[in-house]
């Protein structure tokens, strides 16, 4: 069965630090994707990333960044130079990929709430 | 720039009712989901559709049921509201082969008295 697990459950730092925010997932396919979920307090859920599980390469965009390890099932998401805005529940998530490459329902982990103080 | 629509956005039930949440996309996607959120339990699937009057159960089905007779609608019915249920309720759309993954409604918040 697939799995999802974020084991911080909350997390708090101070305006400018760097905090990486941990997900490690359990599945029996080959082939899947990995994404990343940002929820601010207004409640929307907004996409950050989708990984293919072919491509390991790390992922910069701005302050965000990724790393995907398969030899350690991990999928973690680093923010540097955190501001409040950040502040937010962050889902990552893992989708098995079907014949033809469509992708099928989302398995989300538990999320990890960032608080980032002035 | 909704192409996904959830109504209604607030719901006050009372125990033993049932509920129809609606789900409306203009983005002609195949795939449709809905999904409910609870502290501590992240968005949990509850039944999904990969086409018109196909539809299939997720990890949390029990006391719910779906219908999707238009591509553009997906309905999740609360047969017989629990307390249980007080949820915060998301749907969600996918094209099967979409780089951008999932697009998500607004949810629907549902209260259960």
């Known amino acids: 069965a697939q799995k999802v697990t974020q084991a911080q459950t909350e997390i708090s730092v101070v305006e400018k630090e760097d905090v990486t925010l941990d997900c490690v997932y359990e599945?029996?396919?080959?082939?899947?994707?990995l994404f990343w979920y940002k929820q601010p307090p207004s409640g929307e859920l907004v996409f950050l990333i989708r990984r293919n599980s072919f491509d390991e390469q790390n992922e910069i965009s701005g302050r965000y960044s990724w790393n995907f390890q398969k030899s350690t099932s991990s999928f973690n998401f680093t923010i540097t130079a955190s501001q409040v805005v950040d502040s937010a529940v962050y889902f990552c998530a893992l989708s098995e990929v079907l014949y033809g490459g469509a992708t099928n329902k989302l398995i989300f982990g538990t999320g990890t709430l960032l608080a980032v103080q002035p | 720039d909704a192409g996904i629509t959830q109504s209604p956005r607030h719901k006050v039930t009372e125990t033993g009712t049932p509920v129809t949440l609606r789900c409306h996309q203009t983005e002609n996607h195949r795939y449709m989901y809905w999904y409910r959120q609870d502290p501590g339990h992240g968005l949990r699937l509850i039944h999904y559709?990969?086409?018109?009057?196909?539809?299939d159960k997720g990890e949390v089905s029990d006391g719910y049921s779906v219908s999707r007779s238009k591509t553009e609608d997906f309905l999740l019915t609360l047969e017989s509201a629990t307390s249980s249920q007080t949820s915060v309720y998301f749907c969600?759309?996918?094209?099967?082969?979409?780089?951008?993954?999932?697009?998500f409604g607004s949810g629907t918040r549902l209260t259960v008295v």
């Open positions: 559709s990969y086409g018109v009057k196909d539809t």
């Open positions: 969600a759309i996918s094209e099967p082969e979409g780089a951008d993954g999932y697009t």
């Open positions: 599945t029996r396919d080959t082939t899947y994707y």
